[in-house]
């Protein structure tokens, strides 16, 4: 991802699309990606203005939750970049020894395969709710799971 200054949006200024886009330094789409995305532009506005202030603290929030170590129940997808439920609610473990091991999971957005390092006491508030099947061997999760055809890498994946 861009390295983006988000102080470059002064905060009592409104912008329009391109013109925020001009400020920071990506393109138009990146900034229209940013208005799916939870970005508020100024209500009613046509066409779309953006506040200054409203792009910063978006972006803050933005940032905080990439940083966000995953919450139960999650994994960080590598792909994604976020962290991201089990497909399927389907969890291996792999011991690495009586204590420890490593959860394996595949991403439900993308299908790509998610470690986490647990100790094994902590599986059910890690991954609360969900079944793992604990095995010592290498995992047979990708034959028995599909990721979704769906999945196009373009989009929020
Ligand atoms: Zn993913």
Redesign the pocket.
């Known amino acids: 991802m861009k390295r983006i200054n988000p102080r470059l949006a002064k905060l009592h200024r409104s912008y329009s699309v391109s013109e925020l886009a001009d400020v920071l330094g990506v393109h138009k789409h990146t900034v229209r990606g940013w208005l799916k995305k939870g970005l508020l532009p100024i209500d009613g506005a046509k066409p779309t203005l953006i506040l200054g202030s409203e792009f910063q603290a978006w972006w803050a929030k933005q940032r905080k939750a990439a940083k966000r170590p995953c919450a139960p129940g999650q994994m960080y997808?590598l792909?994604?970049r976020?962290p991201?439920a089990p497909a399927l609610g389907m969890l291996e473990y792999a011991a690495t020894n009586a204590a420890t091991g490593n959860l394996k999971a595949m991403?439900e957005?993308?299908?790509?395969m998610m470690h986490r390092r647990t100790q094994m006491a902590d599986i059910p508030f890690v991954m609360p709710g969900l079944r793992v099947e604990r095995t010592l061997a290498p995992s047979s999760i990708v034959e028995r799971t599909h990721p979704s055809p769906n999945c196009d890498e373009k989009k929020d994946?």
């Open positions: 997808c792909r994604c976020l991201k991403c957005t993308c299908g790509t994946c």
